[in-house]
């Protein structure tokens, strides 16, 4: 070995890279794990009024049947975002993809309301533990120059997911029946397992602070940069803050709790409204008179609306202040959900209304995770960003359930909307009264032998 081995900064490292060919490899495969995901856990609002009918299931019944998987998608971001950091974000993510997609792909054998709920929750798991990692995996091969718009151009393919999905359900639930969605949403996920176990790469920022991982990591920084000259005996600084602590606690400490708190309020009101209408919206159009078909298509709106406003907001957010854009997001999508409301059902309002829904609400979503990732350092971002999914998915079953419950009290068309349109603005506030996160006040060292 090297007596005097050469000091490098992997996060320096990353960042000097030029963006070629393995960045953008990572991006798109992760892109194809959120697009699944996206797909899988919109599915079920896609068939609900079929599966309904099938199973006799009532209005309030159903508030439990859509939470199900989003109570397993508050377990899994908790469970595999910290697994995330201990094991490694490639292996983890596969290892969730795996699991919803068996999930989605047995929900067909379902009898009845126990065996549906049941099979969503264990499906939830494997969508909630997927985007953290991929979200983390992402970031940290990315140059911090271009890191935002490489994460919102990951993010993204959740709303094509369910953009996809919308389409595929629209052509052919209604002639096919809702099993054959489930079938196509289990092995889509189980074929890109495949690929991912072939062709992703692990993090660089998880390889360095692995015993003996010092070959990986430079392998892995010449494939980010060709021009490096990186050798495997030489020793790879990973940027941290003070401690080696991994845990939830961490994201309390160095001024991270102000941060931390806004972002968890932030993502719980938006997926509790984002889950209310995603799997209420068509049950509500279909009651109101609407073919399931023209119902669907509006949620196919909104999703073209997401990856629209995704893209603007990635745009208008490396121009002016990240936080600004996204609060102004968030309050107009508030807006146009009580638009939904107030069109009363007519198609052109409420297909006008769904598409800046997507826009602005949508596409705040997806700014979530940039801001997110910006907030913690590399030991806890996986860990971070899965907690903040994690409350965030606390409001996703929140949502479904209070439709359900709202649902038996009979309201008004508008009602609905107004009460899940509300608690945008609040959102709003959140993201405007963070601060800017203070950058790391130390690094650590991978500086062991390469032995056990």
Do not use: K
Not at 19 to 36: E, H, R, Y
Not at 136 to 163: D, K
Not at 199 to 218: D, I, K, M, N, T
Not at 424 to 440: E, F, G, K, Q, T
């Amino acid at each position: 070995m090297n007596p005097n081995p050469r000091r490098w900064d992997v996060a320096a490292c990353v960042d000097a890279a030029p963006l070629g060919f393995t960045q953008i490899l990572v991006v798109l495969l992760t892109f194809a794990v959120a697009a699944s995901d996206g797909l899988d856990a919109q599915i079920i609002g896609f068939t609900a009024p079929q599966i309904a009918a099938e199973f006799g299931i009532s209005r309030d019944q159903l508030g439990p049947v859509f939470s199900a998987s989003l109570l397993g998608m508050a377990g899994g971001a908790l469970l595999f975002g910290s697994l995330g950091d201990r094991l490694g974000r490639r292996h983890t993510m596969i290892a969730c993809v795996a699991v919803f997609g068996f999930g989605t792909l047995l929900t067909p054998l379902a009898r009845g309301v126990i065996d549906l709920t049941v099979l969503r929750l264990i499906t939830g798991f494997g969508l909630g533990g997927a985007l953290p990692n991929a979200v983390t995996l992402v970031a940290e091969c990315a140059p911090a120059r271009q890191r935002g718009l490489l994460v919102t151009l990951m993010y993204i393919g959740f709303s094509v997911g369910g953009m996809l999905g919308g389409v595929i359900a629209s052509a052919l639930v209604v002639e096919h029946g809702w099993r054959l969605m489930f079938y196509i949403g289990g092995l889509l996920p189980l074929g890109l397992c495949l690929v991912l176990w072939a062709l992703l790469p692990e993090s660089p920022h998880f390889l360095a602070r692995q015993p003996g991982g010092r070959p990986r990591v430079s392998a892995l920084l010449r494939r980010l940069d060709p021009s490096g000259d990186y050798a495997a005996d030489d020793v790879y600084l990973v940027p941290e803050a003070v401690g080696s602590n991994t845990g939830m606690g961490e994201l309390f400490r160095h001024r991270r709790a102000r941060n931390t708190l806004l972002l968890w309020s932030a993502f719980f009101i938006n997926l509790l409204v984002l889950f209310f209408l995603m799997n209420w919206l068509p049950t509500l159009l279909v009651e109101r008179g609407w073919a399931l078909d023209s119902a669907i298509r509006v949620m196919v709106v909104f999703n073209f609306g997401a990856v629209f406003g995704a893209l603007l907001l990635a745009w208008l957010s490396a121009r002016y202040n990240p936080r600004r854009m996204l609060a102004m997001c968030f309050a107009l999508g508030g807006l146009a959900i009580m638009a939904i409301g107030l069109g009363n059902g007519q198609w052109a309002v409420v297909m006008t209304a769904g598409l800046a829904t997507g826009v602005f609400a949508g596409a705040a979503q997806v700014g979530l995770y940039p801001i997110t990732t910006q907030a913690y350092p590399s030991l806890v971002r996986a860990t971070g960003v899965g907690w903040a999914q994690a409350w965030g998915r606390t409001g996703s079953i929140l949502g479904p359930l209070a439709g359900g419950w709202l649902a038996v009290l009979e309201p008004r068309f508008v009602v609905y909307f107004v009460v899940f349109g509300a608690p945008l603005l609040a959102a709003a506030v959140a993201i405007a009264a963070m601060r800017d996160p203070s950058p790391a006040t130390s690094t650590n060292a991978l500086d062991q032998s390469d032995g056990p």
